[in-house]
């Protein structure tokens, strides 16, 4: 074989995914992409209580997100599923004008993500800080193992000890063997004890029938009117910035902890691209699941787009083929292995005494808020916003107090130098002003600026404003040290903005 032969097989072994390649990641992959199948199923049934739709409207939302965001997504291995976050968005559109209506705004939602993420929304990842994150993750945790309660309120006593197992199960296995996954052991041997022993105890069947066919596409049943786009667009629109949100959030989760990056736009197109697809095969919609996602991710190892199809492909093959099995594992196996997710989720170093010591007061304020308004409201994007918020609030604040100035009167009695020091911007420069003493100063003021800069309007118009009052007692004000970016600015703007 030529040289140029052997380069060039080598070119396309390089393009092979490792699944294909390694069958050891073949396998992991693929008992990965089984075990999110199994832990979808009661999740998309549950969600589409939530919304007000048939069962069957989750688990093919969550089938078609799957799939088509294997392809087109940018995060390799995460999940995408009808989610509660876009469910408590689109609930209300259905309860009042039907579910003709919810699939248009889906369709419409998809539309809206696309052009986000062609706008570079996926840019704004990069102001949310680590203490926000550090709160999205703990929150995410917290509210996975919240949704278990009610699973565990007025059941039978055989609830308890099942759990129970099963968690043992998920620790004690890997010390065995990791070439099956723990969870899918414990669903399996739970089940097996179950319907083996007569046990009744709550079953997946309880939540709801599952498909028996494929879903098939379709346009909305809705008039193609302006009434009904002015309808959808306020749901769409909020469904595109939640979806977006959790699952640019849970692309970046995923990233840190499989130490690869991701590309954020492509995600945002893709989940754009998902809706839309899922919309036109009658689903709900949906956006990365953060509890599916973990399992695939942290506990099962998987690493590739395979299990994210997989998941997808196994769901619909679970609930047509195998539904009748499917049913009767008890909801007991799934509620031990979120509660396990939600543990191995919860970062508890940032609870250490340790940590808490070393931790900025503002770092700690920023992670407790974001935590707070997540349990309080349920929703992972309010929390971040309100996170974000808060650390911008405080971080301004912080830099506020770094502009300082000093005062150096020249040996001649005839002029006064001020030296600012800092970044000058909205929060330092309001008080600029105040830093002067304009009634017994000398005759001529210089103002050096060489150790600051200034980012904004606000900064030069704190500057006009120095000048003018200087002006009026008939004092000249020399403004000196400015670095090119700064005079850029200060060029542009001085005399352009109202005085003081």
């Given at each position: 074989?030529?040289?140029?032969?052997?380069?060039?097989?080598?070119?396309?072994?390089?393009?092979?995914?490792?699944?294909?390649?390694?069958?050891?990641?073949?396998?992991?992959?693929?008992?990965?992409?089984?075990?999110?199948?199994?832990?979808?199923?009661?999740?998309?049934?549950?969600?589409?209580?939530?919304?007000?739709?048939?069962?069957?409207?989750?688990?093919?939302?969550?089938?078609?997100?799957?799939?088509?965001?294997?392809?087109?997504?940018?995060?390799?291995?995460?999940?995408?599923?009808?989610?509660?976050?876009?469910?408590?968005?689109?609930?209300?559109?259905?309860?009042?004008?039907?579910?003709?209506?919810?699939?248009?705004?889906?369709?419409?939602?998809?539309?809206?993500?696309?052009?986000?993420?062609?706008?570079?929304?996926?840019?704004?990842?990069?102001?949310?800080?680590?203490?926000?994150?550090?709160?999205?993750?703990?929150?995410?945790?917290?509210?996975?193992?919240?949704?278990?309660?009610?699973?565990?309120?007025?059941?039978?006593?055989?609830?308890?000890?099942?759990?129970?197992?099963?968690?043992?199960?998920?620790?004690?296995?890997?010390?065995?063997?990791?070439?099956?996954?723990?969870?899918?052991?414990?669903?399996?041997?739970?089940?097996?004890?179950?319907?083996?022993?007569?046990?009744?105890?709550?079953?997946?069947?309880?939540?709801?029938?599952?498909?028996?066919?494929?879903?098939?596409?379709?346009l909305p049943d809705v008039p193609f009117t302006f009434d009904t786009l002015t309808t959808i667009a306020p749901y769409a629109f909020?469904?595109?910035?939640?979806?977006?949100?959790?699952?640019?959030?849970?692309?970046?989760?995923?990233?840190?902890?499989?130490?690869?990056?991701?590309?954020?736009?492509?995600?945002?197109?893709?989940?754009?691209?998902?809706?839309?697809?899922?919309?036109?095969?009658?689903?709900?919609?949906?956006?990365?699941?953060?509890?599916?996602?973990?399992?695939?991710?942290?506990?099962?190892?998987?690493?590739?787009?395979?299990?994210?199809?997989?998941?997808?492909?196994?769901?619909?093959?679970?609930?047509?083929?195998?539904?009748?099995?499917?049913?009767?594992?008890?909801?007991?196996?799934?509620?031990?292995?979120?509660?396990?997710?939600?543990?191995?989720t919860f970062d508890w170093h940032s609870l250490a005494p340790k940590t808490l010591k070393r931790m900025p007061v503002g770092e700690i304020t920023v992670m407790v808020v974001t935590v707070g308004f997540v349990v309080a409201t349920h929703n992972l994007a309010?929390?971040?916003?309100?996170?974000?918020?808060?650390?911008?609030?405080?971080?301004?604040?912080?830099?506020?107090?770094?502009?300082?100035?000093?005062?150096?009167?020249?040996?001649?009695?005839?002029?006064?130098?001020?030296?600012?020091?800092?970044?000058?911007?909205?929060?330092?420069?309001?008080?600029?002003?105040?830093?002067?003493?304009?009634?017994?100063?000398?005759?001529?003021?210089?103002?050096?600026?060489?150790?600051?800069?200034?980012?904004?309007?606000?900064?030069?118009?704190?500057?006009?404003?120095?000048?003018?009052?200087?002006?009026?007692?008939?004092?000249?004000?020399?403004?000196?040290?400015?670095?090119?970016?700064?005079?850029?600015?200060?060029?542009?703007?001085?005399?352009?903005?109202?005085?003081?």
């Amino acid at each position: 074989m030529s040289s140029s032969a052997l380069s060039s097989a080598a070119r396309l072994r390089g393009l092979r995914p490792d699944w294909l390649s390694d069958p050891k990641v073949w396998r992991t992959e693929v008992l990965a992409g089984l075990v999110v199948a199994l832990a979808l199923i009661p999740e998309a049934i549950s969600f589409s209580v939530i919304a007000g739709v048939d069962p069957a409207i989750g688990l093919f939302a969550s089938f078609t997100m799957a799939v088509v965001i294997s392809v087109v997504g940018g995060r390799p291995a995460m999940i995408s599923a009808a989610t509660g976050a876009v469910a408590l968005v689109i609930a209300p559109l259905n309860r009042e004008h039907g579910f003709g209506y919810l699939v248009a705004a889906v369709i419409l939602a998809g539309a809206f993500q696309i052009a986000l993420g062609a706008l570079g929304v996926a840019k704004l990842m990069r102001f949310i800080p680590r203490s926000v994150m550090v709160g999205f993750v703990n929150s995410l945790a917290i509210l996975i193992f919240m949704a278990q309660v009610p699973e565990m309120r007025n059941v039978p006593w055989a609830v308890y000890p099942l759990i129970i197992s099963g968690l043992a199960l998920m620790v004690y296995f890997p010390k065995v063997t990791k070439v099956i996954p723990a969870p899918l052991v414990s669903i399996v041997i739970l089940t097996v004890i179950t319907v083996a022993a007569g046990i009744a105890v709550p079953t997946v069947g309880d939540k709801g029938a599952l498909p028996s066919s494929l879903p098939v596409p379709g346009l909305p049943d809705v008039p193609f009117t302006f009434d009904t786009l002015t309808t959808i667009a306020p749901y769409a629109f909020a469904m595109a910035l939640v979806g977006l949100m959790e699952s640019l959030m849970t692309a970046k989760l995923v990233d840190d902890i499989t130490d690869t990056r991701s590309s954020k736009t492509r995600e945002s197109i893709g989940q754009g691209i998902a809706n839309i697809v899922t919309g036109f095969f009658g689903g709900m919609g949906g956006c990365a699941m953060i509890g599916q996602t973990m399992i695939n991710v942290k506990v099962s190892g998987a690493r590739t787009r395979l299990s994210t199809f997989l998941a997808g492909a196994f769901l619909m093959v679970l609930c047509i083929v195998f539904g009748p099995v499917v049913s009767d594992i008890p909801m007991a196996a799934l509620v031990a292995v979120m509660v396990m997710v939600s543990f191995a989720t919860f970062d508890w170093h940032s609870l250490a005494p340790k940590t808490l010591k070393r931790m900025p007061v503002g770092e700690i304020t920023v992670m407790v808020v974001t935590v707070g308004f997540v349990v309080a409201t349920h929703n992972l994007a309010i929390g971040v916003v309100v996170g974000s918020v808060t650390a911008m609030v405080i971080f301004a604040k912080r830099v506020a107090h770094l502009a300082d100035v000093t005062a150096v009167t020249g040996p001649d009695g005839t002029t006064v130098v001020y030296r600012v020091t800092g970044e000058l911007f909205f929060a330092s420069s309001n008080d600029l002003v105040g830093r002067f003493d304009y009634a017994t100063d000398a005759d001529h003021v210089v103002v050096d600026l060489s150790a600051a800069h200034i980012w904004d309007a606000s900064s030069v118009a704190a500057l006009d404003a120095i000048e003018t009052k200087y002006g009026q007692r008939g004092k000249t004000v020399e403004i000196t040290g400015l670095n090119d970016p700064s005079a850029h600015l200060h060029g542009k703007l001085t005399g352009e903005l109202a005085s003081h």
